[in-house]
């Protein structure tokens, strides 16, 4: 069944049991939906929000998912605890990306900052999340979080040797905006502006569906921090491509991403904070890696 109306000035455009479709040249993932909530296109991307029947509001930048109300916890407690619970102390941290709040809000979580950054270059993403995906966003306004709008390579370019404890890569793939992001030049500049036990976290793609890229993320992290502190820690993630999701945990320091707070401690973050994916045993089983994709890496 299909009932759309067009939008006027603004207005969502609704529509109901419609088919929204993420293509690669070889494959597809569909989720329909019952609208759509929000369609700009910023300077940098067109931003979209539609009303999935599956998995909530979802967020895509030029046709791709970004992230969804149902499934958000995944990436966004992946991204953040696992550095969080394993750093001896961290104090600063710098957010690259993460317009849709998600990030932020889990880094938040971690009382004992000083400082966090967040460096997001489309303020759009920001406006479409904070009116649309509320339950992700909710920690833009946070006093402790300095969003700043601008292009996250001339933040990390600018910013002084040793400023962060923890630099965490929250982008999108490796093009448009995105595509600096995924150079050898921005790599060595996080790696200058970490303290010396920092530590950098990257959603690095997914080893089933963007193994060239994959591959590639790992080499040039190797090429910089060493061959030996370089780990690859993966998640599932329902509504990304094959939804086998990896990211990457490098450190300036030798720091073993299995060294992770006393059991008690953590339990009682998760309880406390009432994470839905992250616990101490998904943490170390995190690290353990299929055989095809520990032959990627090498
Ligand atoms: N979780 C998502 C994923 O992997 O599909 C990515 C989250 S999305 C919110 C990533 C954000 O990175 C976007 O909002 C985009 O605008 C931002 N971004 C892309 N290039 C950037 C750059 N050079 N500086 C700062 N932010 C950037």
Redesign the pocket.
Known sequence: MRDEKSSEDGDPIRTRDVWFTERDDKIALSLKHDGKLYDVQSD??RVEVYNTQAYGNM?T?DG????TEKDEYV?HEMITHVPLLTHPDPKRVLI?????GGTAREVLKHENLEEVVM????DK?IEASKMHLPTIAQSLDHPKLNLII????KYVNDAADGSFDLVIV????PV???E??FTVDFYKEVHRILSADGLMIT?SESPRFNSKVFKEIYQTYRGIFGQDNVHCYLAHIPT?PTGMWSFSYSSKGSANPMNLKPTEEVDAFVKANKLRYYNADLHKAAFALPNFVKEMIG
């Open positions: 940098y991307q967020l930048l791709m998912v970004m992230t990436y690259i990306g993460g317009g849709d460096v997001e270059i489309d993403v601008d292009d996250g390579i929250d982008s999108t793939d448009g905006p995105a600096g992001l959603q990304y």
